[in-house]
């Protein structure tokens, strides 16, 4: 049952099945693989003789491409922001931590309605002008007292 899902997934995106041929060639050929950026990820185990290894090899230099690229995009919009948010006059924003793909921010009440169009922006155009996605990044903003009450 588990296999006639992972196969009808592979069918119905051809694509992906592509990519993962198309990577590990690479990887193995040339021992890392590279985001979107030129940031390369070496994988010295990807031609082990150790199955374990092997695999686990093998299935980080899948990923990696994908979540080093997300990666760099979610640093550069942390590098960008507090240079536009002083630009904009919202001084007193504070970027507090990322988590993955998502910035936490203390944001004076006044100030959340200046302060999310342009928070906003900065992380959509995080890519450019290095990298022209073929796809918006979609971005959401949600805003409250805590963590959970803004998600």
């Known amino acids: 049952e588990a296999q006639a899902m992972i196969d009808t997934y592979f069918q119905r995106f051809p694509g992906i099945q592509k990519y993962i041929v198309r990577t590990l060639e690479q990887v193995r050929e040339c021992g890392y693989s590279e985001t979107l950026f030129g940031r390369k990820t070496w994988f010295p185990r990807i031609n082990s003789k150790n199955q374990a290894e092997r695999q686990g090899s093998e299935r980080a230099a899948i990923n990696a491409p994908i979540q080093g690229t997300s990666a760099d995009i979610i640093k550069r919009a942390m590098v960008r922001m507090m240079p536009a948010l002083d630009q904009a006059g919202l001084g007193k924003v504070r970027m507090l931590l990322q ?19 342009v928070i906003e922006r900065v992380m959509a155009q995080a890519a450019l002008p290095a990298v022209e996605l073929s796809v918006p990044l979609g971005i959401d903003i949600g805003s409250g007292m805590s963590w959970d009450a803004a998600h």
């Open 99 to 117: 988590v993955h793909d998502e910035l936490v921010f203390e944001v004076p009440e006044g100030d959340v309605a200046a302060a999310s169009p």
